[in-house]
């Protein structure tokens, strides 16, 4: 007994597997930068070959670092909501997630203040170099707004003592003034 012949492959697959036929070209659309209309490597004309690039002035240079230093400056406020709405979804409650957040929310900018130069060095340069100041002093800012986001949320979890009942175990333990240095005159 002899097997069956195998079915012949979808459609799909011979689509596939066999080259498309050439379309008449359109001379009304213009092809896209980079595309070579042949299909073949090494045939382009003269005008798909791309002049080479000047280089940047010195000044086009600074304009750009300068442009990079504020928009690594600006940041952390960019990253304040996101970070408000997820210490708002975690509720006032003492929970490891909660913690954890307010944990982030100060260890964050903290390390980004003390890293200030290294984050900077990279953009200073004798062109940009006075106009530095302005950027880091605006970067120090935006992580203080950070850790005041994470102040508000140790307010809100009740751990902040605001209150004169949170001082009243300090002020039990100690010693009214009168009883700790008795009166020698009399």
């Known amino acids: 007994m002899s097997n069956p012949p195998p079915p012949p492959p979808p459609r799909w697959v011979v689509e596939l597997n066999t080259t498309p036929a050439a379309r008449p070209k359109n001379t009304s659309l213009v092809d896209p930068p980079g595309f070579?209309?042949?299909?073949?490597?090494?045939?382009?004309?003269?005008?798909?070959?791309?002049?080479?690039?000047?280089?940047?002035?010195?000044?086009?240079t600074d304009t750009l670092k300068m442009k990079k230093a504020w928009e690594l400056a600006i940041a952390p406020a960019k990253a304040l909501p996101m970070n408000a709405i997820g210490m708002y979804m975690s509720g006032n409650s003492l929970q490891i997630f909660s913690v954890m957040m307010v944990f982030?929310?100060?260890?964050?900018?903290?390390?980004?203040?003390?890293?200030?130069?290294?984050?900077?060095?990279?953009?200073?340069?004798?062109?940009?170099?006075d106009k530095?100041?302005?950027?880091?002093?605006?970067?120090?800012?935006?992580?203080?707004?950070?850790?005041?986001?994470?102040?508000?949320?140790?307010?809100?979890?009740?751990?902040?003592?605001?209150?004169?009942?949170?001082?009243?175990?300090?002020?039990?333990?100690?010693?009214?003034?009168?009883?700790?240095?008795?009166d020698f005159a009399t």
């Open 36 to 60: 070579s209309g042949s299909g073949r490597k090494g045939n382009s004309s003269k005008k798909d070959v791309a002049a080479p690039r000047k280089a940047p002035t010195t000044e086009e």
């Open 104 to 129: 982030m929310c100060f260890k964050t900018p903290l390390l980004a203040v003390l890293n200030i130069q290294a984050t900077f060095a990279r953009l200073e340069s004798p062109g940009t170099k």
């Open 132 to 182: 530095m100041l302005l950027v880091k002093i605006t970067f120090v800012l935006m992580n203080l707004l950070a850790v005041a986001l994470g102040t508000w949320k140790v307010n809100q979890m009740g751990l902040l003592p605001t209150t004169s009942s949170d001082w009243l175990a300090w002020e039990s333990a100690r010693d009214p003034l009168e009883r700790a240095f008795p």
